[in-house]
């Protein structure tokens, strides 16, 4: 029963009047522009400013936006019950169960777990085959085990008794991404309270693996041939108002293993050393890798993890390291990547040259990650309507670059963007993570006009008339 309402976004071809991705209909916007169309648009900003200006006047729209507001209170305790659920890596399951019955409660109704694990909450547009996706991450980036209890400024555990104001509120995970969750919420509730009707469908979707070795593996299996339909989609992550990603910032990420005999560090001495062979070719990639990223689009690596052997006194048999390249542009990331194997190798067999005996060593280089860069054009709709909602608000949006789910939409030509999560944090990563409501609201109301600019409104309820811009 409840995989329904999904699967009607599978009858791409089956449902009449398809709207073009490439109309990129915004719905509201799109008919604005169209009673617009006798005056000569000087600037391109001016009428999205003016089209999000009237939306967010629309009487649903401001109820919703009152609603938003008034659910910040609320979202306290979701927040901390959210982060309290550990959500590690490829162990997502019990965050996601609790995620689809609080998103089921915000009014969705019918809200799945799909086979990779991501949940889905599908509110119906008004028939339309045309989708807008809102997406968070339900995973972290910190291991099963890890304390992840949310405390006051005082390190104190924070009872939820009392609230914090701006103070901060320390966990790992509770801004990256459980934030993204709550924002989720808060969008659906204010969209239910507010009985708002769009035009388009809104898929809520709380993705599995976006971090690190998940390699997006949720919003990747979403998007997959003979998946939803997708036309557009948002992504909530990242803390920082102003900034619209528009840009992906493409990874490979490697786990590269040297292996060799082994032996007693005295008796076998002499013999092949995958450690130092290791060592050699980390410290020959930095010095050559350094002089390469000095020029060009940004593009970045690091050895996050080396590991392997067996003891002190042992010869190891393995040592490993764990690489993650990445760049803006995708030919600069392919030639780094050249640079990596082939420095590697060349390593190794120097080491292999040097041996007075035994085995040679052996080099693996194994992929556990790979994102595709991309850019999504700033005069897209989307991305426009969404440095739009940031001037709304009194800020000047920046555009910029990231590794979210929005890649894996960016490389299949889908629009799709990046936005924040609302409030102020810091310590991302870390075991020092925090989060403070400091202008929550904000970030709330901002993705919230966003979301409905590009899915389009209908006419408030009491004007009857589905096709009637007048309540705008
Ligand atoms: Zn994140």
Redesign the pocket.
């Known amino acids: 029963m409840p995989m329904e309402t999904v699967r009607e976004l599978f009858k791409r071809e089956a449902a009449s009047g398809i709207v073009p991705a490439s109309a990129a209909i915004g719905g509201v916007l799109l008919l604005l522009a169209l009673l617009l169309s006798a005056r000569v648009i000087a600037d391109e900003g001016t009428d999205y400013d003016l089209a999000l200006k009237h939306l967010a006047t629309h009487p649903d729209v401001s109820a919703a936006l009152a609603a938003v507001v008034r659910l910040e209170t609320t979202n306290i305790e979701r927040l901390i019950e959210l982060t309290e659920i550990a959500a590690p890596p490829f162990q997502e399951q019990t965050r996601a169960r609790r995620f689809a019955e609080l998103l089921d409660e915000a009014g969705l109704g019918n809200v799945e777990i799909d086979t990779e694990g991501n949940v889905l909450g599908l509110r119906r547009g008004d028939g339309r085959a045309y989708t807008v996706a809102v997406v968070a991450?339900l995973d972290t980036v910190f291991p099963a085990g890890t304390d992840v209890r949310v405390r006051g400024e005082d390190q104190e555990i924070f009872r939820g008794d009392g609230k914090p104001g701006d103070a901060r509120l320390y966990a790992p995970g509770i801004g990256?991404?459980a934030r993204?969750l709550v924002l989720l919420l808060t969008l659906a509730e204010a969209l239910t309270d507010a009985e708002v009707s769009t035009q388009s469908n809104i898929l809520f979707v709380g993705s599995v693996g976006?971090?690190g070795t998940g390699d997006l593996r949720g919003i990747k299996y979403l998007l997959r041939d003979g998946g939803p339909r997708i036309d557009e989609l948002i992504a909530i992550?990242?803390g920082n108002d102003e900034r619209v990603l528009n840009q992906a910032i493409g990874s490979h990420r490697y786990r590269i293993v040297i292996t060799g005999p082994g032996g007693h560090s005295w008796g076998a001495f002499g013999m092949a050393n995958p450690a130092h062979a290791l060592a050699s070719a980390i410290h020959k990639f930095d010095a050559v890798a350094r002089e390469f990223v000095r020029e060009g689009p940004r593009t970045t690596y690091n050895i996050g993890k080396v590991g392997g052997g067996t003891s002190v006194n042992a010869v190891p048999f393995e040592s490993w390291a764990e690489v993650d390249l990445r760049s803006e542009n995708s030919e600069r990331l392919f030639e780094l990547d050249t640079l990596l194997k082939k420095t590697f190798h060349n390593a190794v067999d120097a080491h292999n040259a040097l041996r007075d005996r035994g085995a040679a060593l052996v080099l693996d280089i194994a992929t556990i990650g790979k994102r595709p860069s991309g850019v999504v054009d700033p005069k897209t709709p989307l991305v426009q309507r969404a440095m739009a909602s940031v001037r709304h608000y009194g800020l000047s949006p920046v555009l910029g670059s990231g590794s979210?789910d929005a890649n894996a939409a960016i490389a299949q030509g889908i629009p799709a963007t990046t936005i924040s999560r609302g409030g102020v944090s810091g310590g991302a990563h870390s075991l020092k993570e925090w989060w403070s409501s400091e202008n929550a609201e904000l970030g709330s109301k901002k993705a919230l006009l966003l979301l409905l600019a590009s899915a389009g409104v209908l006419p408030a309820a009491e004007t009857g008339a589905r096709v009637d811009l007048r309540g705008l």
């Open positions: 991450h990256d991404n993204g976006e971090e992550d990242g979210t």
